[in-house]
């Protein structure tokens, strides 16, 4: 059995240390790139949304290199990704490729008994006591934690960084470094050195840089290429970003969803809006919108893949919350066919938006 | 002294060379033709022989091809069009609301309030209904594109035309050809489709408020303006220069940056004698696999663009081009 699984941002970290802890045999799907997009598009149907189309193309070149099973996350739930896994099981299938497909669902959807029949599946392979195997996905989990709290800081110093790029030479490094370790040990500790290299990047406390919000649906926020990699380009601008949706933030959701105290803030911050969940991360975005004006940033931006239809919903009511806490919001729809001038243009006008804006108050106060 | 602004856009290069009180001296309108390096070059020549460089106190750059561009002549300014272009109405008239900008193939509305932009929206997935599609069916149709709008304004009646698809416009056009509408009345049609298009598309969600400014470069046609005011229910204004706006703004933008830093980058007219390269190659260093192209200017490489990671973007900077 030899692992793969589909790119979403630092993800394949936790999954390298989690394999890497177990003893199974992986494969990390090329960063996604434009072969990958190329080659998921090809096969995919074309209203499909981005996500879909680039876990093919990381399924198929994990394939080439060896790969048979692949792991994904479900949710059963009202947005189509949901149901990906079994789309993808049968348009793999198609294609000739003989693969078995490991699905974790939440437990609220299969039952307890099933999910645990499954993660047996996954770690048969390994020789390991059962100490071990915990051990290793903690140590998974704690490397999912870092790498989102480094990126996070990166994301929030890039404004206030005296060496311009010192926050994004610091994230790349740490990126490209963490694929060198193949003890999960070793590469939390390499990992906390970079937290500690990242929280002491020399800083200018005086700065007042803009602040924007990203939200949107899940996968295009998270994962850079799909997005065009909007938040390397508010660092370059010197822009601080703040995203709350990260894997870990998934993680702990999906753990708290059966004693309903998941995400407490967002679901006060949307009540006003939209109260119920439609699907996706319609709520979270209309809440992180709220939350985004509360935390007293300049603007925020919503990203959302072509034909998305939860976040259709909330790009509809950011209208109104951008008119009732005068904050603006844009909305970026990203597909594969996303010409990156235009995306840019739109990006930089948004920024210059907000500096006009924020000198123009600052002028009258 | 003279501020200098360009506008490189998709279809068309605009050079203006505007003074102290934004009056506009020189205007050059030249199409891109897919070379904005040929085109500012054969822009340059024109301004050489009537201006001294040193007379130009500041540059700016604007439109899709902005980078490479401010790269080309030393740029004081690298905006984006949206920012240019409301910067070019408020200078003219400070109570401007809405911007409607239709060029050649985007199409934007920017909202202002209190003399800065609140809003703004750009065509996102589709450009139906701009420039080069009124350009094509000009062509198709056998008028000139300056006597589209002329046409439009002739018809009584307006032919309902399916303006959401370029494409799916110009079968329906075809449509009504060979049911024997004659051209006026599908001129005005094709209007009336695309301002409905633009209005359900892009400002989707969005206030227009007069007074509102129509500029770019289909702002030419009289039947467009027509159409607006028709779905809008008021006037609409054309600025003088309209087709100019971006780069009218690019220079006010580049005024501003000088006043602050002190003095320009300007590499002067006579880069239009040199010779610039162009090529791109496959950049082997990650798995993103970025596609970086390098200018050269008489074989010394002068710029690099594409790249994610920096690594050749920021090699001319260095003094590293020997390297490459």
């Known amino acids: ?175 490209t470094d963490a694929l060198k370790f193949d003890k999960p040990d070793e590469m939390i500790k390499m990992l906390k050195n970079y937290k500690e290299k990242i929280n002491h990047v020399s800083i200018d406390i005086n700065k007042n840089p803009i602040n924007v919000g990203i939200m949107g649906e899940i996968y295009t926020v998270i994962e850079p290429f799909s997005n065009l990699y909007l938040e390397d380009k508010l660092m370059d601008y010197g822009v601080s970003s703040y995203r709350k949706l990260t894997p870990s933030w998934w993680v702990k959701n999906t753990a708290l969803i059966p004693l309903k105290i998941n995400s407490l803030d967002i679901k006060r911050a949307s009540k006003n809006y939209l109260p119920l969940n439609i699907g996706g991360h319609a709520r979270e975005c209309i809440g992180e919108a709220v939350l985004s004006y509360e935390e007293g940033y300049d603007g925020a931006i919503q990203i959302f893949p072509m034909g998305c239809m939860p976040e259709i919903v909330s790009k509809s009511i950011l209208p109104t919350i951008s008119k009732d806490l005068n904050m603006p919001i844009m909305s970026l729809v990203v597909d594969e066919m996303t010409g990156e001038a235009g995306f840019i243009t739109r990006v930089e006008a948004f920024i210059d938006l907000l500096e006009r804006r924020r000198d123009n108050v600052l002028l009258r106060s | 002294m003279y501020y200098l602004g360009v506008d490189v856009g998709s279809v068309s290069t605009d050079l203006v060379l505007v003074d102290e009180k934004t009056n506009v001296i020189e205007k050059i309108y030249l199409r891109t033709k897919g070379k904005p390096i040929n085109a500012i070059q054969e822009g340059f020549k024109i301004l050489k022989n009537k201006y001294d460089s040193n007379e130009i106190k500041a540059v700016g750059t604007t439109g899709s091809g902005r980078q490479i561009s401010s790269t080309l002549i030393g740029a004081d300014s690298v905006k984006n069009e949206i920012t240019a272009h409301s910067i070019a109405a408020l200078e003219i008239s400070n109570d401007v609301r809405t911007i409607i900008e239709i060029g050649g193939q985007d199409s934007k509305i920017i909202t202002i309030k209190d003399g800065i932009v609140t809003d703004f929206a750009m065509n996102t997935v589709c450009a139906a209904g ?195």
């Open chain 2, 130 to 324: 701009t420039g080069s599609f009124l350009d094509r069916q000009a062509e198709r149709l056998d008028i000139p594109i300056e006597d589209f709008g002329d046409y439009a304004l002739k018809a009584k009646t307006s032919v309902r035309i399916a303006g959401r698809c370029a494409v799916f416009a110009e079968s329906d056009m075809i449509h009504k050809q060979q049911l024997g509408y004659n051209d006026s009345e599908i001129i005005r049609g094709l209007c009336d489709a695309l301002v409905r298009n633009y209005l359900n598309n892009i400002c989707k969600g969005k206030e227009i408020v007069p007074k509102v400014f129509f500029q770019g470069g289909v702002a030419a046609n009289k039947g467009m303006k027509k159409a607006f005011e028709n779905a809008l229910g008021f006037e609409v204004f054309i600025p003088e220069n309209f087709n100019m706006m971006g780069a009218i703004g690019a220079a006010l933008i580049a005024k501003s940056t000088v006043k602050k830093r002190g003095k320009t980058n300007f590499k002067g007219f006579n880069i239009s004698d040199s010779k610039f390269t162009s090529n791109s190659f496959d950049c082997e260093g990650c798995s993103n696999k970025c596609e970086v192209v390098k200018i050269s200017e008489n074989n010394n490489p002068i710029g690099y663009f594409g790249d994610r990671c920096g690594k050749w973007n920021n090699k001319v900077f260095d003094g590293l081009e020997n390297l490459a």
């Open chain 1, 1 to 175: 059995m030899k692992i793969t699984f589909p790119h979403m941002g630092n993800i394949y970290l936790a999954i390298k240390a989690l394999c890497d802890g177990l003893g199974i045999e992986y494969v990390i799907p090329p960063i996604n790139n434009k072969l990958s997009l190329e080659i998921g598009s090809l096969h995919s149907p074309e209203e499909i949304c981005l996500p879909f189309k680039l876990m093919i193309g990381n399924y198929i070149q994990a394939i080439e290199q060896g790969a048979d099973t692949i792991i994904i996350t479900g949710s059963c739930g009202p947005c189509r990704l949901g149901e990906y896994c079994e789309m993808q099981m049968k348009l793999l299938k198609k294609l000739g490729y003989d693969l078995d497909f490991i699905v974790l669902d939440s437990p609220t959807d299969i039952g307890i008994k099933e999910l645990y029949k499954r993660i047996i599946k996954l770690t048969s392979n390994s020789r390991d006591n059962i100490f071990n195997k915990y051990k290793a996905l903690f140590n998974a989990v704690k490397v999912m934690n870092l790498i989102d709290e480094i990126e996070a800081s990166a994301h929030k110093f890039a404004g206030y960084e005296k060496i311009k790029g010192s926050c994004k030479n610091i994230l790349n490094q740490c990126k």
